[in-house]
């Protein structure tokens, strides 16, 4: 066990890298939930970076409007968020208690019907306790989950700081003493069917819903040239890049899926940061992010081209 938590496997310092505005959005508390088409490999401190794909105004615009419905589901309507998307850029972390199904979580009346709204992927991966970065780290990014360098993790640490998250969510184990005891199948028992069904549902909400379908849509266009290994139905219907090995789940998928989209694609849709293992040990210099003047932030640029 480590300082953020218990890991599984091979994990020491698990991160994963996702596209913008998701990314921020997870950082920020905004986004409860990630989805995967695969169960999360890993419990306790998950650091989260941000692709290199700078967002377009217009999927910033469709998950913002996406958080403040289902939000104010709950009767919160003052959500606060960022003010910029940096690319290319370590921005903290998030504390992962547990993955469950979509039709699990979809039917969980033990949290709140906001977080059922997030429902979106096959399986989702329940996020608590967010934590930034005072100042993003500059760093290129890899598919999947993957243990962030040593001496990164360390500098990381020191720059954390809590976040104040517009409702805070706690995610109960069916075992305490157990934290990998909220898989899927854990609660499938006592899912029912979530009150709030798409007949219910205001026209405000559905159309939120759906821009975010659309928004995550751009990335699973081009995933299907990218062999990866991580991607679930919020590629099909979120900005996820198909994967080579579950691009099939892309055509199948017609929900909205658009939290995985916030990784996994977030590297095959830029070959900037498609990187090899090599490539890691030679970006040791953690350069802090300048500031960002616009919403997005600064895009990384090559070792090579940061002179010019």
Partial sequence: MRAGGHSSGNYRNPCLTMHQPWASLLVYGIKRIEGRSWPAPIRGR???HAAGKVPEEATIKAMEDFYREIYAVNGITDIKFPQHYPVSRLL???EVVGCVTREELAGWELVPEGVRLEAQTDMCWL???PQKLLIPFEMRGYQGVYNLEKKINEAAIRGLTPVEVPLPVKFPLP???DPFSLKPGSIS???HQSRTSEVER?????AAIAGAQAAATQFSKKAQTFPTTSQNDAAKSARTVPIK???SEVDKATSANFSESSNKGSMTSNSKDQISSRDQLSSRVL???PGAPSKYGYEWRRRGDAQN
């Fill in 245 to 247: 090995n579950e691009s």
């Fill in 189 to 191: 028992a006592n899912a």
């Fill in 287 to 289: 350069r802090p992010h």
């Fill in 46 to 48: 998950l650091w989260i």
């Fill in 202 to 206: 205001s026209s405000s909400l559905n």
């Fill in 92 to 94: 903290g972390c998030v």
């Fill in 175 to 177: 075992n305490p003493q």
């Fill in 127 to 129: 996020c608590e306790r």
